[in-house]
């Protein structure tokens, strides 16, 4: 473990850190001083030196500020998705709160298997948890990278290995590390403006960084980032909407339904970093970060005649039946006539006519959506993330030779969601049409004390030694709605009969948290761990770590870890590493009470996600939730010729058991529900189907990383090559059965739909590569990529409902002109996707309008050119 003048904790062995001078102080380390440098983390302390992605006993991707930047993605999560070819981010149009904080998933793994540390400390996961999350994701509760401001980053460090043995639960696919600039002088503004070929997501971005000097010796560095970006469509008119057109509803919208990037009405980012000196032995540091981003996107059209509890009459007719709400009560005053919907068009039978004249005593009393709508609608659904981190701490160096680190911090994840362009059904014509379905925040706090030191021993070079502690507390809030988007409205239940009405409650697309599931909950735990890394010969070494916690809801686990490197000759060294992993279930999991609108086999339908304490789940067959358990094995070759030319090749094997994810939608039976309104539980009626929380399944991933960095001239123009390759495959081998009533018996059976379970194998590409050439002419730098992106599946809208897409691999072309005007003053301009490759034509485009698949690793958007200028001083 070493700690820097931040107090960062580098993600690197010991193996650079045995006899090597000291680095000089606020000088970024380099592992070779001519024209291609490789890139080592930065660390500044007395007894050690930093080291290269070559030295590493495991696979270690370093990114620069300068390789991240020259790009066209305005957001650090993107920007790693296309640097790093195990790591893939999908877009995620219409999908519930995980529109809001897109998922990344490292390794195969799900977004809450990468643990993500800021400056060497642990930072706080996001308040989402990822309801519909396109199979591999569904349930997590994974970290928003998307907050932390890019151009504040010095580097970023991508572990991919289990390092549970370290740093404790989550780091099951690896650990990614944000580290912020550190500069003590001068500064840069950048702006950046961009749009699709297509004309729409017009974007605009700012930002600014500055370094002043702090005590002397010491530093403060500021960073500010704001960025907007309008939405985007890549959409086709429904099929069922092109009807209602067809047969002389004018009101329908075309598109009905819009699929593309969400709009984001302002993203303001920050971030500070401090260090100073105390005494000549101790030194103090703090950074913390702040952001705000307002959202709005789509979601599922509701057709004016067929969406039940709005529309249409939940009592199955034939043919169905129009719901009108009788405003004077039932029995009392005017009588609503009862009305069938018999033509593709309601607006034109004389029957809806009569009650649609509100000039009449009839029309006056007999109220139904269609006048509100009567081309349907399409509720927008968004939010508003706040997202702030707080960390400080001081390291101290003994005479004795310890080196100690002593921090605390605190994390804050909240999303405010926003529902507009719907109503409550249940209360009529005094619903509003804009409702705010309650919050979710996360905040965490931790403590922790290391200590290293290194100890001289028979052995040619020193033992390393560390040793620490952490204390961790998160808590988990929900946060009611306001009334209107939770109130059982007058039009759900006849008072006098107890009869359903039929109209259902709750803002109609995502019902608001009701004060009943409004709460907190808290866990706390403690770690204790311990790592040693030695030179058992002059090219042998290796590491041992071990990490004991305990958790105040389900005990404690160990976990342990050993590495290795041994090096062949002065070029070659094979590595590897043996490791136990875990990841606890989030307090949000095991708490959290959710209700949306999701697309099933039978349509579109109210889906639950409940803890596995629910009734309901245990109704369903739930059981408390227990740690996911993991065994990492990695081997590798590492080949370093010279300093301009370097391959890394690395085999991964990652067994997971009792994954936690949420089950597949179970519809509830009329005998579910009878049960749970005898249990209190009434508002079961008011769901189609329920999911919960569980240890569903085991599952195996293997794959291949390699890497291949090459720099040479042409002449006198330096080239850069970085060659970059994936392969992943995952297999589920055990799911869980649940008791299930088949034909009059009870037999067990998966809940697991054999579209879910290949999801979770093949809906992320088996293979991904990129290909990278930098080019530098004097003043002019030109910056190439090539991205491969293999064969995917699509389960279209999740529904297991034999709407199967199968995806062709894609190729597509990035590109960057550099122009240094000036030593201050310099012009980009690039294209991402410069040659507008496409997914082909979803198959079942009619259904909802999605004119691509959505899960397409490539993206839906197509080509996005962009213009930026950078002022530094």
């Not at 907007?228 to 509803?249: E, F």
Request: glycine share 8%; aromatic share 10%; with cysteine.
């Amino acid at each position: 473990m070493v700690v820097d003048e931040e107090g960062m904790v580098s993600v690197r062995s010991k193996a650079a850190m045995v006899a090597s001078a000291p680095p000089e102080e606020n000088t970024k380390e380099t592992e070779y001083s001519g024209d291609y440098q490789m890139e080592r983390i930065a660390v500044v302390g007395t007894r050690s030196a930093p080291r290269s992605v070559v030295d590493s006993p495991v696979p270690l991707d370093i990114i620069g500020a300068d390789t991240l930047s020259s790009q066209g993605n305005s957001d650090v999560l993107s920007m790693l998705s296309v640097m790093v070819p195990s790591l893939n981010v999908n877009d995620q149009p219409i999908n519930d709160a995980t529109s809001l904080v897109r998922p990344a998933n490292l390794r195969g793994m799900a977004s809450d298997h990468t643990l993500i540390l800021l400056n060497g400390k642990r930072r706080h996961r996001s308040a989402v948890i990822t309801f519909l999350g396109g199979g591999l994701s569904d349930g997590a509760q994974g970290p928003d990278v998307s907050v932390i401001p890019a151009y504040a980053l010095r580097q970023v460090e991508v572990l991919r290995d289990g390092a549970a043995a370290q740093y404790g639960s989550d780091a099951i696919a690896g650990v990614i590390n944000f580290a912020l600039k550190n500069d003590a002088e001068g500064g840069s503004v950048t702006l950046k403006a961009g749009q699709f070929g297509e004309g729409d997501g017009e974007m605009l971005q700012f930002q600014s960084n500055v370094g002043l000097p702090l005590q002397g010796s010491g530093f403060v560095n500021l960073t500010a980032e704001y960025r907007q970006q309008q939405a985007t469509s890549r959409s086709v008119q429904r099929d069922d909407a092109a009807k209602l057109l067809q047969n002389g509803n004018t009101h329908v919208r075309d598109p009905a339904q819009v699929w593309g990037t969400l709009d984001v009405d302002k993203d303001i980012k920050l971030a500070a970093n401090l260090g100073w000196d105390m005494t000549e032995s101790t030194q103090g540091y703090a950074f913390a970060t702040a952001a705000w981003r307002d959202i709005t996107g789509g979601f599922y059209f509701r057709h004016p005649h067929e969406r039940v509890g709005v529309f249409r009459h939940p009592e199955e007719t034939n043919p169905p039946r129009l719901l009108v709400a009788d405003l004077d009560g039932i029995g009392q005053g005017i009588e609503c006539p009862a009305i069938f919907i018999t033509s593709e068009n309601i607006l034109a039978q004389a029957d809806y006519q009569r009650i649609a004249d509100n000039d009449t005593a009839l029309g006056s009393n007999c109220f139904a959506f269609n006048e509100w709508f009567p081309g349907g609608f399409t509720p927008e659904f968004g939010g508003r993330i706040a997202d702030a981190s707080l960390f400080a701490g001081v390291r101290h160096e003994t005479a004795s030779g310890w080196s100690l680190d002593f921090s605390a911090s605190v994390g804050y994840s909240n999303i405010d969601y926003r529902l507009n362009g719907t109503v409550n059904p249940s209360m009529g014509p005094e619903s509003p049409l804009s409702f705010s379905p309650g919050d979710v925040s996360q905040v965490e706090r931790t403590v922790n004390v290391d200590a290293s030191r290194q100890y001289h021993t028979w052995l040619d070079e020193p033992v390393n030694v560390a040793v620490g502690a952490e204390w961790r507390r998160e808590t988990y809030h929900q946060k009611a709605g306001d009334r209107a988007s939770w109130l059982t409205g007058p039009y759900a239940y006849d008072a006098n009969t107890d009869a359903t009405l039929g109209f259902s409650v709750g803002s109609n697309g995502f019902p608001g948290y009701q004060p009943q599931s409004e709460g907190h909950w808290s866990r706390n735990n403690w770690a204790l761990y311990a790592d040693v890394e030695l030179f058992l010969t002059s090219s042998w070494q290796a590491g041992l770590a071990a990490r004991l916690e305990h958790f105040s809801d389900f005990g404690a686990t160990f976990d342990g870890k050993f590495t290795t490197r041994f090096a062949l000759n002065d070029v070659v060294a094979l590595r590897g590493s043996v490791s136990t992993g875990f990841k606890a279930p989030t307090v949000g999991q095991s708490n959290v009470i959710n209700v949306t609108t999701a697309y099933s086999a039978n349509g579109l339908e109210d889906q639950a996600t409940l803890p596995p304490t629910d009734l309901i789940s245990k109704q369903l067959g739930a059981t408390a939730l227990e740690p996911e358990e993991s065994v990492n094995l990695s081997m590798g070759l590492v080949a370093h010729w010279h300093e301009a030319l370097y391959l890394t090749m690395d085999y991964f094997d990652i067994r997971l058991q009792d994954r936690i994810s949420t089950t597949s939608a179970i519809p509830l039976t009329p005998q579910d529900i009878a049960v749970l309104e005898q249990l209190g539980r009434d508002e079961a009626a008011n769901y189609n189907s329920a999911k919960f929380f569980t240890n569903d399944f085991d599952t195996r991933t293997r794959g291949v990383d390699v890497v291949l960095q090459y720099g040479f001239s042409a002449g006198t123009i330096p080239h850069t090559v970085i060659a970059a390759y994936n392969w992943t495959d995952t297999q589920v081998e055990r799911v869980t059965l649940y008791p299930a009533e088949v034909d009059g018996e009870v037999v067990m059976m998966p809940n697991l739909t054999s579209q879910r379970i290949r999801m979770l194998e093949d809906n992320l590409p088996a293979h991904r590569a990129t290909l990278s050439l930098k080019q530098e002419f004097s003043a002019l730098t030109l910056d190439w990529r090539v991205n491969y992106y293999g064969k995917f599946y699509e389960d279209h809208l999740d529904a297991s409902a034999d709407m199967d897409i199968y995806g062709s691999a894609m190729v597509t072309l990035d590109a960057e002109g550099t122009w240094k005007i000036s030593p201050h003053l310099s012009v980009s301009v690039g294209a991402q996707n410069l040659f507008d490759s496409l997914p082909k034509d979803n198959p079942y485009k009619g259904v909802v309008g999605a004119l691509y698949p959505p899960t397409s690793p490539s993206g839906i958007n197509g080509s996005f050119y962009y213009l930026s200028t950078n002022w530094q001083w």
